[in-house]
C-alpha cells in the first residue's frame, strides 16, 4: 500500500516551507515576489516598516552604528527566516540599519497584513516566534564575539553563516564589506584573509571569496559559530 505524501511548499524560504501546505497556499495571494540588490538598504533606524520579507537566496545584515558613522554588524538572515517583523511586537524596536549584503529574490507582504496572520495563524506565528529567538540567540553572541574573539575566528564565523544560508561555497562579498560588517579596517580583513588563503581554508579575488575548506574554518571559527548554528538547527527541526 502506498503512502500519500503531504504536498510542499514550492519556496525557497525555510520558515515559510514549514508552514502546513494549507496555511502556505492562504497566505500565497499575500506574498509578492522581489528581487533585494546588493547595497540596498531595506530599513532605516526608527523608521516605518511598511512590509515584511522572506528570503528565499538574498542575505542581509543588521547594522549597528555609531554617531561618528563607524558601523558593526549585529546579525544576520537569510532563507532561513525573515526581515520585518518588528511591527508585529512594537514599530520602535527596530535600531538598525537593515540593508542588503548579497543580492537575490524575496517574497513581500504588507506588514497589516503579516500582523493579522501572525496575532490569528498559530502556525506562522509559532513559526516566527521560533525564528525571532534563534536570531536574539544570534545578535547576543555576535555582541561576545565581536568583543572577546580575534577577526580571524570572526571572518571564519561570518563566512560560515553566509554559507549556510545561501549554500553557496563562493559568495559575492568584497574585503571593503566584510571589514564594515566586522567593524574592523580593511588591512586587517587582507592580513587574515590571506592567512586563511595560504592555509587552504578559502580564496578570494574579483569581490568574492571562495570557502575550499568548510571543516577546518569552521575549527578556525570561535565557538559563537556552533552556538548559533545549533539554535538554528532546533528551529528549522520539525
Known amino acids: ?35 533585494l540588490v546588493t547595497g540596498q538598504v531595506v530599513y532605516e533606524p526608527f523608521s516605518p516598516i511598511p512590509y515584511g520579507y522572506f ?3 538574498s ?8 554617531e561618528q558613522g563607524a558601523s558593526v554588524a ?27 549584503q548579497i543580492a537575490g529574490s524575496a517574497m ?15 502556525a ?12 536574539f540567540w544570534q545578535i547576543v553572541q555576535t555582541a561576545v564575539c565581536n568583543r572577546f574573539h580575534l577577526t580571524e575566528q570572526r571572518l571564519a564565523r561570518w563566512l560560515l553563516f553566509a554559507h549556510d544560508r545561501l549554500d553557496m561555497d563562493t559568495l559575492p562579498i568584497t574585503q571593503e564589506a566584510l571589514a564594515q560588517m566586522l567593524g574592523t579596517d580593511r588591512a586587517s580583513i587582507t592580513r587574515t584573509a590571506r592567512k586563511l588563503r595560504e592555509a587552504g581554508l578559502l580564496d578570494y579575488g574579483r569581490g568574492q ?25 532546533d528551529m528549522l527541526r520539525p
Open 59 to 66: 542575505l542581509i545584515s543588521c547594522m549597528s552604528e555609531t
Open 1 to 35: 500500500m502506498s503512502v500519500s505524501k503531504q504536498p510542499q511548499n514550492f519556496t525557497e524560504n525555510k520558515l515559510l516551507a514549514a508552514l502546513p501546505h494549507h496555511v502556505y497556499e492562504s497566505l500565497l495571494p499575500h506574498l509578492s515576489p522581489v528581487q
Open 108 to 122: 513581500r507582504i504588507p506588514s497589516d497584513i503579516l500582523k493579522h496572520w501572525f496575532t490569528h495563524n498559530t
Open 124 to 135: 506562522l506565528h509559532r513559526a516566527i516566534l521560533h525564528f525571532i529567538y534563534a536570531l
Open 55 to 57: 528570503l528565499n537566496n
Open 74 to 100: 549585529v546579525g544576520f538572515v537569510g532563507k532561513e527566516g525573515m526581515i520585518g517583523v518588528a511591527p508585529l511586537i512594537d514599530a520602535s524596536l527596530l535600531p538598525y540599519r537593515v540593508i542588503v
Open 209 to 233: 571569496v571562495t570557502i575550499r575548506d568548510q571543516e577546518r574554518l569552521a575549527l578556525a571559527s570561535c565557538e559563537c559559530y556552533h552556538i548559533v548554528k545549533s539554535q538554528y538547527d
